[in-house]
Nanobody, 123 residues
Framework: QVQPVASGGGLVQAGGSLRLSCAAS????????VAWFRQGPGQSREFVAA??????VYADSVKGRFTISRDNDGLTVYLQMNSLKSEDTAVYLC??????????????????WGHGTQVTVSS
């Protein structure tokens, strides 16, 4: 089974950019969907973006600002975040599941979770 490992968070000013990485440990992401979720203080886990096979799905709140991608080796999934806003502040988590088409934006549909990485956007 695969274990996702997230990294790349930090402190950035509003309007700035960050790139998060989700590395595969144990095996590659080949055959897996990979998603990014985020969770702010006292909030529930929120879907951000996912790769479903070779398709990409985004939450409306990040469309046009965030881009999810995966390398050809199946080792890493990236989340490029541009035009960051204070409301993007959260712990960002990556998750994986064996590829399926249904409900890529639902946390309970993912089997493997990594520890999160903190993203803080100052206004």
């Amino acid at each position: 089974q695969v274990q996702p490992v997230a990294s790349g968070g930090g402190l950035v000013q509003a309007g700035g950019s960050l790139r998060l990485s989700c590395a595969a440990s144990g095996r590659t992401f080949s055959g897996y969907d990979v998603a990014w979720f985020r969770q702010g203080p006292g909030q529930s886990r929120e879907f951000v973006a996912a790769t479903v096979g070779w398709s990409f799905v985004y939450a409306d709140s990040v469309k046009g600002r965030f881009t999810i991608s995966r390398d050809n080796d199946g080792l890493t999934v990236y989340l490029q975040m541009n035009s960051l806003k204070s409301e993007d502040t959260a712990v960002y988590l990556c998750a994986a599941r064996v590829t399926r088409e249904s409900r890529p934006n639902t946390p309970s549909h993912y089997d493997y979770w990594g520890h999160g990485t903190q993203v803080t956007v100052s206004s």
